[in-house]
């Protein structure tokens, strides 16, 4: 060890003692180099005794270990805040939820991150996760794949990120305005339906109104367990990707010599341009989520619109912008002209079912509809019997 001290690691827990282990156990087997790393574990007031147990007792090898127990409970929202304030002590932080977990060379990636961006105004955080499925659309999402290891996304991570004090403090000025909590038009409609105890909404609608990205890279450095916990009744496996487990050395990019920078809804933020001939800017909705802003001039979608279609393209290319770019003949993509408007004819049962196709190759979507008619009238089925027979007992 030299005793240099370059990030500081953060672990954020609560009432998931099993979780925390994890956690700790995959710091525990990471590199960090010839660094002197510090480890804070901060534990919101209210959970087991035995996640300060776990926290207490854990043999950290690798530096300093500071535990803080908060005297109030915070909830999810206040207690990131709260750790995102530490960056104004320590300069750069990686939050890790307790149900991330980490590959070994997280931290080599983090410092070769950092050390490239951190002078850059455009992005306010770097990722350590890599996004594999668009939340607001339900459906998978796969970047444009270029020569460095890195894309851009207009949504906060939130399972392994780091932030230095200009991101940190951008956002919390930012944050601290009264108008926070007004203009969520721009949001989609998932983000801004989240519970006013996730951070990570308002994160994104600073990142979407002040043009800010985060990094992410390719190859993800941590996963997610989705275990049970305040966001999540159920284990929930959507976040889980497969981790690296050999790249020791990454390759990083500006944000304007890439293809590969994505809007809040995983749009491809430059697609627009190649368009350029078109007198309007054009809005880019590949995933059919879009359809609830106001949109003028051109737009290109898999959604069906009643307006002109000037241009359309099919499905076949992953990702799905490459299938624009390549100028792939077919009828799932539509470029409109959304100032002449025309009659409708809706799409058809085929259509649906080849976009399914297209993220979800070999599914029977017949199949999937029957058995999800069958376990939604079994859940049906069990909650009226279970009922009546809580209330035959309550009747005793």
Request: glycine share 4%; aromatic share 16%.
């Amino acid at each position: 060890m030299t005793g240099k001290m370059a990030i500081t690691l953060v672990a954020v827990a609560y009432n998931r003692p099993e979780s925390l282990s994890r956690l700790l156990a995959s710091l525990s087997r990471a590199s960090y180099l010839d660094y002197s790393v510090r480890l804070i574990i901060s534990i919101d007031h209210g959970g087991p005794d035995k996640v300060k147990e776990i926290a207490d007792s854990f043999d950290w090898k690798f530096g300093e270990k500071k535990v803080i127990i908060h005297e109030q409970n915070l909830g999810l929202r206040k207690h990131i805040l709260q750790c995102g304030d530490l960056t104004e002590q320590y300069d750069n932080i990686i939050v890790l939820e307790d149900d991330v977990f980490v590959a070994k060379n997280f931290y080599l990636y983090a410092l070769s991150a950092l050390e490239f961006y951190k002078d850059n105004k455009k992005v306010s955080g770097i990722s350590l996760y890599s996004h594999k499925f668009n939340e607001t659309a339900k459906l998978p999402f796969s970047p444009i794949k270029e020569e460095h290891d890195v894309f851009f996304l207009q949504i906060a991570a939130s399972s392994g990120q780091l932030w230095t004090v200009r991101h940190w403090l951008d956002f919390r000025e930012w944050y601290e305005k009264d108008t926070k909590d007004d203009g969520w038009d721009k949001v989609p409609e998932n983000i801004a339906g989240w519970p006013k105890s996730s951070w990570k909404k308002y994160f994104t609608k600073y990142l979407i109104e002040e043009n800010k990205f985060f990094v992410y890279p390719y190859d993800s450095l941590t996963t997610n367990f989705g275990d049970i916990g305040q966001h999540f009744w159920k284990a929930n496996s959507s976040a889980q990707v497969p981790l690296d487990r050999v790249k020791d050395h990454y390759k990083f990019c500006e944000i304007e010599d890439t293809m590969a920078v994505y809007d809040a809804f995983c749009e491809n933020y430059n697609l627009s341009a190649h368009f350029s001939n078109y007198p309007d800017r054009c809005t880019i909705d590949l995933y059919g989520t879009k359809k609830n802003l106001m949109i003028d001039g051109f737009l290109l979608s898999v959604n069906n619109y009643p307006y002109k279609i000037l241009r359309q393209y099919g499905m076949a290319l992953k990702p799905i912008e490459e299938n624009v770019y390549h100028d792939i003949p077919g009828d799932q993509i539509f470029l409109y002209d959304t100032s002449q408007p025309v009659k409708s004819m809706g799409k058809s049962k085929s259509f649906i079912h080849s976009q399914y196709e297209y993220y979800y190759p070999g599914l029977d979507i017949r199949k999937a509809t029957k058995l999800l008619f069958n376990s939604y009238t079994f859940s049906i089925l069990y909650k009226f019997i279970s009922t009546k027979a809580l209330k035959s007992l309550q009747g005793k």
